[in-house]
């Protein structure tokens, strides 16, 4: 499977972006979905998570500001993220998580800089 990541870019604080991800190969519902960031000089952390369509996961610092959908026939996954701020800066990830095999996936990642 291999995904690529768009939507990424620069935008002032308070500002919004979309992200998108599409993948190669069918995704069923059944499995994970979701994103990722890395900050320069941090680990990779959790954004969101969706399995089929219902309980995402969101990271802590992104609750409330940030919403992950995906659209199943599409086999995409998307993150739209509002109220952004200047530490939410990082390489955003696609990934993908095959539950049966425990398969992950990684996108090449896009690059989001909240700056004035």
């Known amino acids: 499977v291999q995904l690529v990541e768009s939507g990424g870019g620069l935008v002032q604080p308070g500002g919004s972006l979309r992200l998108s991800c599409i993948a190669s190969?069918?995704?069923?519902?059944?499995?994970?979905m979701g994103w990722y960031r890395q900050a320069p000089g941090k680990q990779r952390e959790l954004v969101a998570s969706?399995?089929?369509?219902?309980?995402?996961r969101y990271g802590s610092s992104v609750e409330g500001r940030f919403t992950i959908s995906r659209d199943n026939a599409k086999n995409a996954v998307y993150l739209q993220m509002n109220s952004l701020k200047p530490e939410d800066t990082a390489v955003y990830y696609c990934h993908v998580r095959i539950l049966s095999s425990l398969t992950h996936y990684w996108g090449q990642g896009t690059q989001v800089t909240v700056s004035s």
């Open positions: 190969d069918r995704v069923g519902a059944t499995n994970l």
């Open positions: 969706l399995i089929g369509g219902r309980d995402p």
